[in-house]
């Protein structure tokens, strides 16, 4: 017998867990998947001059390996892009990733030796979970407030630092919650790094997808800690299936300078990310971002029914996201949040992912990307489920 090796045991991905059963559900009945947050599975599409780019690219033979660190014109364009937001960065600060969850991953892996710790949100997003496990890293979870509108809990996030503690990570805007942090929590963040020479990792992958209220403050906006700031075309430019991503390191004291060269020098030990797709940083990043006054008013649509449906029902409970495509209901009945969710795929065929894959039992994630029709259908189902286990 061939064994795998030990780190792999703890390596978790609900989202995508899930999906095994689904395939399975559906030989029975039609599945509504709501377990991914992929809006081009729905009626949302990247726009056509990124499109353009990255065929562009391939056809003017833009094939070739890429420099470790990115594309140059991207580069640039991430720089242009991040301090026009006022996130002081520059060119030997940035590089192109596979997704941000490569980016994470390679910050973790260049930062954090085996055993000390990074705080993370509960509920967690799991590639945090998942590349600290894969490291050997500790996590220690900060837990966000729900009675407050999912809002960041500061004195929580201190009493969980210890001497082991390396690094804070924010989601924000976060997924699963929707939450969004304004300018003074993330300065107490700030202050807690700074108090305890920490560095913060924000991820920021949703940005321009605030539903309620403008784009807030980001962590590296201050300049007062090291900020990793981490961004891509995934949601923003919906092409999640190109996995270009970025992290900008903010380092004015330049207190980071080995950690900038470890992460480069895992860049380079990956040869480099898809050429061709890099190319479509630069229009994206440069261009208009028109397509998004019909993505918000879509989503923002679809979050105000799938909010006043889940209140509707008894025995659930959700707080309104105030941005991304996410909702994280609370289940009031009494059952298991992975019985929850198994015997709604079983009984009704609607896929979500169960509470504890975010380190938050009692609650499920759901995705409100579909249109009315077919997230209207979804919670008639939940509903009907939902009289059975009361
Ligand atoms: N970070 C958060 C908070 C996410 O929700 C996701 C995907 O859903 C990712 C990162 C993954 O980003 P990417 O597709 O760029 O790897």
């Known amino acids: 017998m061939i064994r795998a090796a030990d780190r792999t045991r703890k390596i978790k991905y609900a989202i995508r867990d899930i999906a095994i059963l689904a395939k399975q559900t559906e030989k029975e009945k ?31 033979r833009h094939n070739y390996y890429a420099e470790s660190q990115g594309v140059k014109e991207g580069i640039e364009a991430i720089v242009k892009h991040n301090n026009k937001l006022g996130i002081d960065t520059d060119e030997k600060s940035v590089m192109t990733t596979y997704g941000v969850t490569e980016g994470v991953s390679t ?27 894969l490291f050997s890293c500790g996590m220690k979870f900060y837990t966000l407030d729900e009675e407050n509108g999912w809002e960041l809990d500061t004195r929580d996030i201190e009493k969980q ?17 929707g939450g969004v942090y304004d300018k003074k929590m993330i300065k107490e963040v700030i202050n807690l790094a700074g108090q305890h020479d920490l560095v913060i990792l924000s ?24 900020v990793i700031t981490f961004n891509g075309l995934a949601k923003n430019f919906l092409a999640p299936g190109w996995r270009i ?15 900038r060269d470890a992460i480069m020098q895992l860049g380079r030990a990956r040869l480099c990310m898809t050429t061709p797709l890099q190319h479509a940083i630069k229009p994206a990043l440069e261009k208009k971002k028109t397509h998004l006054k019909e ?31 996410y909702a994280f209901p609370r289940i009031h009945a009494k059952i298991d949040d992975k019985d929850f969710v198994t015997g709604l795929l079983k009984e009704e065929g609607v ?3 169960f509470g504890s894959g975010f380190d938050m039992p009692g609650h499920f994630r759901i995705v409100y990307l579909p249109q009315e029709k077919l997230l209207n259908e979804a919670c008639d189902r939940i509903e009907r489920f939902m009289k059975t286990i009361r």
């Open 161 to 177: 630092i210890d001497i082991k503690t390396r690094a804070i990570s924010i989601i924000n805007p976060h997924n699963p919650t």
């Open 351 to 353: 896929a979500t992912v």
């Open 295 to 325: 993505v918000i008013r879509k989503m923002r649509k679809r979050r105000n029914i799938i909010c006043r449906r889940i209140n509707e029902i008894e025995g659930l409970s959700v707080v309104k996201p105030k941005a991304a495509f």
């Open 107 to 133: 910050c973790v892996a260049a930062l954090l030796n085996s055993g000390e710790n990074m705080l993370i949100s509960r509920p967690s997003y799991p590639l945090y979970p998942a590349a600290l496990n």
């Open 245 to 259: 991503g970025w992290l900008a390191i903010t380092d004015r004291e330049q207190k980071m300078t080995g950690v």
């Open 203 to 226: 991820d920021e992958i949703y940005s321009d997808l605030i539903l309620e209220g403008k784009m807030h403050y980001t962590a590296a906006m201050s300049g007062e800690v090291p």
């Open 30 to 60: 039609k599945v509504i998947y709501l377990n991914v947050g992929d809006p081009n599975k729905f009626d949302f599409d990247t726009p056509g001059h990124v499109k353009k780019a990255a065929i562009d690219a391939i056809k003017g």
